[in-house]
């Protein structure tokens, strides 16, 4: 009898069998460190208990490649994700590589709304317990998306949902000091402070005719009880230097579409010079414009955790710290506030007995390695360590939380290096007479201003070159076959023999061939080479978008961001693994961990993983 309120509501308690945490980019030998200064207690008993060892990850280690060949347990040859972007062999342009998003388009015959696709191929593991009916819940985890609809399960998005400009993310700085100008990932809307009143716009996705739509921000100085008030959509909220607002709402409207959002807001200063900084504007899970989970009901419920959590996948705003839009100290403070939340579902959800299997991610441990890797050679290694021992504190609570029979394994996608130094890898290629521009001493941007009857090769995404193929590329000039391996094998050979004019040291580490390795259903969207760096060196934030500036190839990296893994070497770029059991490979790999879980429910196995529990 004492079920029957539960089999009411249509729901039986179910024991989870199985919990995997995931921190992205947590290096194994930063956890080894904090271990052994005792600041990570309970990682620390999991490793005398059981394993906590480095976890193989992907070519290239980084986080759309690997948590796709976490679900799939198979790696970027099969699931077709090679990398955060592709390009177009049609025009040359860059695309997302794991998923599209198709903003809402306005036409005469009105607005169709927005739409997202997955490009990855392959069965996640999810789907496979869903088929047989074991429900299992996923919270955050990345490059899932859009959201696996699952019959069982409760699905809340992570990394891959935008924002509602439809964007990975873009932040507004409202400031009295500088001119109004795009940065990458934001923009900066100038104030003119004259009196107390200032009214200004807070712009949303494009409408009809690629004009942004806004709403009015209305902004109240009161300089004698310093604070800000701040009006949107009916709501007021008054703000002192340092504070941070709570969600305000808020909604676009064109040609009978309804885009709905919400936003909050930081006052930065105030005195001297007025800086407020809007989040980017978060999908409402309420009437979300693009997918971000299921069921309906559950769904609003988990995002209102916590006062609130972000919807937006890049949770953590990255792009307004290196535009200098952000101080790194309330970049932290947020950061570890949004961890803390997303702490708060998973043990909600642990209590609320809905599934056999969870897996919740937390991408607060990469982003903070991204901002503070240099701090790392403080003897209290910085900011960094307060992300871990947050970590860890998860680690433990979530073991407290668990019955005893549950296994619990934490894990990270990949590792960590520094990076100081990056390479222009298109004036390197046209150094090399490769690559050559329309027109001399003009930056090429998004491969426009190419000359591509005399480029033979180019580079776009992270540490990625494509020949200039006949038949493959619109307006290819490389012959397939022997023509085509000979570029290839003299990039390769000319790129290992490249030094450093600072400090001597040898910037590429290996280069691996893909595109002849990749299965024909997904050939189309591989690089023909991949870069792997040495430790200190990326690729430059230029070549990503397929640019190629002027100058010397090898130059220092400019940005904030400090840390990096993305076009790192993979065998020297390990993520970790922590099992309270011993696990039965002592070589563990990420593509390993699909075939663990359907392992653990009785499932038959698929691909290549070996299971390890
Ligand atoms: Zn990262």
């Known amino acids: 009898?004492?079920?029957w309120p539960l089999r009411l509501q249509g729901a039986a308690p179910v024991t989870p069998k199985l919990v995997i945490l995931g921190f992205d980019g947590v290096d194994p030998r930063l956890v080894e460190r904090w271990i052994a200064s005792g600041h990570l207690p309970n990682l620390a008993r999991m490793k005398k208990q059981g394993t906590l060892c480095p976890l193989g990850t992907s070519s290239p280690p980084n986080s759309p490649v690997a948590w796709s060949s976490f679900a799939t347990g198979s790696g970027p040859e099969k699931h077709g994700v090679f990398g955060f972007l592709r390009r177009d062999a049609k025009n040359y342009l860059p695309a997302l590589a794991p998923y599209t998003i198709v903003p809402p388009r306005f036409g005469p015959a009105g607005a169709s709304p927005p739409r997202a696709v997955s490009h990855r191929r392959g069965s996640a593991f999810w789907q496979?317990?869903?088929?047989r009916g074991i429900p299992a819940t996923l919270l955050f985890v990345p490059y899932a998306y859009p959201p696996p609809e699952l019959s069982h399960g409760r699905v809340l998005a992570g990394?891959?949902?935008?924002d509602l400009r439809f964007t990975n993310s873009s932040f507004t700085l409202y400031t009295s000091e500088s001119a109004e100008k795009m940065v990458a990932g934001g923009r900066v809307v100038q104030l003119t402070v004259a009196g107390s009143s200032i009214d200004t716009r807070l712009e949303g996705p494009r409408g009809p005719g690629g004009k942004p739509l806004s709403v009015p921000l209305e902004l109240r100085l009161d300089l004698r009880t310093k604070t800000l008030s701040v009006g949107m959509s009916g709501k007021r909220e008054k703000l002192r230097v340092g504070g941070?607002?709570?969600w305000f709402p808020v909604s676009f409207e064109a040609a009978g579409l309804v885009l709905r959002g919400r936003v909050r807001f930081h006052l930065l200063s105030l005195a001297k010079q007025l800086k407020l900084y809007a989040s980017p504007i978060q999908i409402d899970p309420h009437a979300p414009a693009l997918p971000l989970g299921a069921p309906p009901g559950w769904l609003e419920k988990a995002v209102g955790v916590h006062g609130g959590l972000p919807t937006v996948g890049w949770a953590h705003d990255t792009s307004a710290v290196n535009a200098g839009a952000l101080p790194k100290e309330v970049f932290l403070a947020d950061l570890?506030?949004?961890m803390q939340g997303r702490a708060e579902l998973l043990y909600r959800e642990i209590a609320a007995r809905a599934a056999g299997l969870i897996v919740s991610v937390f991408t607060g441990t990469d982003r903070a390695a991204h901002m503070f890797y240099r701090d790392l050679k403080r003897k209290d290694g910085g900011p960094l360590r307060k992300v871990y021992s947050l970590m860890d504190r998860i680690v433990g609570r979530v073991a407290r939380l668990l019955p005893p029979k549950t296994r619990l394994l934490v894990l990270s996608d990949h590792g960590f290096h520094s990076f100081d130094r990056m390479l222009h890898v298109n004036r390197w290629l046209?150094?090399?007479g490769?690559?050559?521009?329309?027109?001399?001493?003009?930056?090429?941007?998004?491969?426009?201003g190419v000359s591509w009857k005399e480029s033979v090769a180019y580079s776009l995404g992270n540490g990625q070159v494509y020949a200039n193929l006949k038949g493959r590329e619109s307006r290819g000039v490389v012959a397939p076959g022997a023509d085509r391996r000979k570029l290839l094998?003299?990039?390769r050979k000319r790129l290992l023999d490249l030094r450093d004019p600072v400090g001597g040291g040898r910037p590429v580490r290996a280069v691996y061939d893909v595109y002849d390795r990749a299965a024909s259903d997904v050939r189309d969207r591989a690089p023909d080479l991949q870069l792997a760096f040495a430790p200190g060196y990326r690729s430059s934030w230029e070549t990503s978008l397929g640019g190629a500036p002027v100058g010397d190839a090898l130059v220092a990296n400019p940005k904030a961001w400090c840390g990096d893994h993305a076009a790192s070497d993979f065998s020297q770029t390990p993520g970790f693994i922590a099992s309270a059991q011993a696990l039965s490979h002592d070589d563990p790999n990420l593509i390993d961990l699909a075939n663990s879980v359907l392992h653990v429910f009785g499932t038959p196995l698929s691909g290549n993983g070996r299971p390890l529990l």
């Open 128 to 131: 496979t317990l869903d088929r």
């Open 336 to 338: 570890l506030d949004t």
């Open 1 to 3: 009898m004492a079920s």
């Open 244 to 246: 941070r607002s709570g």
């Open 159 to 162: 990394l891959g949902a935008p």
């Open 430 to 432: 046209e150094s090399q």
């Open 434 to 448: 490769w690559f050559t521009r329309s027109r001399q001493q003009a930056e090429v941007r998004f491969l426009r």
């Open 489 to 491: 094998d003299d990039i």
